[in-house]
């Protein structure tokens, strides 16, 4: 399984990039989803979370400025982030609950992304 983080990239305060996210390999299904972010000398926080029917939540810092959503058919979540301040530079990594089939067994795991670097500055 492998999951593929891109659309960053330097955008100018007030931008409005869109993140993807594109789960691939052999799994059965996936469950929560999930955008992070670090900066240099920090934990890595949460951004949003979305669970497979779509229900969402959002970090106080970037609530009413960023929107998760997913298409369950191509494995893929997405985050429209608007407004963009400079305290948003990070690298936004997607994280993902997968379940995979080992014959009767399920098991599920998370996995993340490579990350992909949002740089915000005039």
């Known amino acids: 399984v492998q999951l593929q983080a891109y659309g960053g990239g330097a955008v100018q305060p007030g931008g409005s990039p869109r993140l993807s996210c594109a789960a691939s390999g052999t799994f059965f299904s996936i469950s929560d989803m999930g955008w992070y972010r670090q900066t240099p000398g920090n934990q890595r926080e949460l951004v949003a979370t979305?669970?497979?029917?779509?229900?969402?939540k959002y970090a106080d810092s970037v609530r009413g400025r960023v929107t998760i959503s997913r298409d369950n058919a191509k494995n893929t979540m997405y985050l429209q982030m608007n407004s963009l301040k400079p305290e948003d530079t990070a690298v936004y990594y997607c994280?993902?609950?997968?379940?995979?089939?080992?014959?009767?067994?399920?098991?599920?795991?998370?996995?993340w992304g490579q990350g992909t670097l949002v740089t915000v500055s005039s």
């Open positions: 994280k993902a609950a997968v379940t995979r089939l080992r014959g009767s067994i399920a098991t599920t795991d998370d996995y």
């Open positions: 979305i669970t497979r029917l779509r229900s969402t």
